[in-house]
């Protein structure tokens, strides 16, 4: 089975953050049947040029280290083959596209498939969802959507605000995807996607990968376990999501788990949930990667 993963953060640990204790490691990864892993470049809060441009320096290099370890790269998720473990890169948070349209190009060469408009800063290009829902996309951010689309770069909604959500939907060309978040009927919070936005979704041809955060799974103290992700899965399936939706843990990035699913070595653990649910063999190799793989056909 092809297993893919839209988001981790583990870059961002290993060069600006804390490199220990990581959730994703190669082990790990082979462990679980991860097929492709997507490592996001994050930008943070800090919005000085000369730091983002650091920061990404310094996750780049990083990433070279891996590979000097044996760690591969995809420049596409058609690459993915089951047993073989690969990386993709995302950018998370475009301010590192603020100098203008030629930044775009210049990270795609470098083989970045992804890259989410906002973090939870506003930026040159639109607004986070936990700033406000209702000032949409920058004429910049537009611009810089389509330059994106054009490139084969997948626009990446989560942390967007709605207003953005639905300025990509109506005034550009490809569907975009959101990489990790949750459904917000089950939990109300500002990141994730309201039964509006899930079915436009659907209807654009987008796609999914759901956050493994129990604070977007389920409200306060309440009990997080593999069943409460399966039910934001079925969730997105009543709303038409089936083709359309799999996993963007968010390991290294969240600061707690559901039960049972620590690092991408559980990922059997959660197949094993949604089979437990009733999915078919067909939907279930659908949700773990088939469908990324297919969404990126039809922006491609
Ligand atoms: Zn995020």
């Known amino acids: 089975m092809i297993l893919c993963d839209t988001h981790a953060d583990t870059l961002y640990r290993i060069a600006c953050d804390k490199p220990e204790n990581l959730d994703v490691t190669m082990k790990r990864l082979e462990e679980g049947g991860v097929s492709l892993q997507v490592l996001a470049m994050f930008v943070g809060e800090d919005d000085n ?4 441009e650091k920061r990404f320096e310094a996750m780049l290099a990083a990433y070279e280290t891996l590979k000097a370890q044996g760690w591969k790269q995809a420049f596409d998720p058609s690459e993915a083959e089951e047993g073989v473990v690969k990386t993709m890169l995302s950018i998370e948070g475009c301010e590192v596209f603020a100098p203008g349209l030629h930044t775009i190009s210049h990270y795609r060469e470098k083989g970045v498939r992804m890259a989410a408009v906002t973090w939870n800063y506003e ?3 639109g607004i986070p969802a936990c700033v406000n829902e209702d000032q949409g996309l920058k004429p910049y951010g537009l611009e810089a959507v389509k330059e994106m689309q054009r490139l084969k770069i997948a626009v990446d909604l ?5 207003a953005g959500f639905y300025d990509i939907l109506n005034k550009t060309f490809a569907p975009p995807l959101a990489s990790h978040s949750c459904c917000r ?4 919070h500002p990141r994730n996607l309201t039964d509006q936005q ?11 990968g759901l956050n493994f955060y129990p604070a977007f799974l389920v409200e306060e103290c309440q009990p997080c376990t593999l069943n409460t992700l399966v ?13 359309m939706v799999g996993f963007g843990s968010d390991f290294d990035g969240i600061s707690s788990k559901p039960e049972g699913l620590d690092n991408p070595a559980d990922f059997p653990k ?22 990324l793989l297919e969404y990126y056909e039809r922006i491609g």
């Open 158 to 162: 989560s942390h967007l605000n709605i």
């Open 231 to 243: 039910d934001h899965i079925d969730h997105m399936h009543q709303l038409g999501g089936e083709g």
């Open 198 to 208: 899930l079915k436009d979704l659907f209807k654009a041809g987008g796609y999914i």
């Open 270 to 291: 959660l197949i094993d949930a949604l089979r437990a649910r009733g999915y078919s063999q067909k939907h279930l190799e659908g949700i773990a990667g088939l469908s």
């Open 123 to 125: 930026n040159a290009l």
């Open 185 to 188: 009927k089950l939990r109300d």
């Open 49 to 52: 040029p000369s730091h983002i």
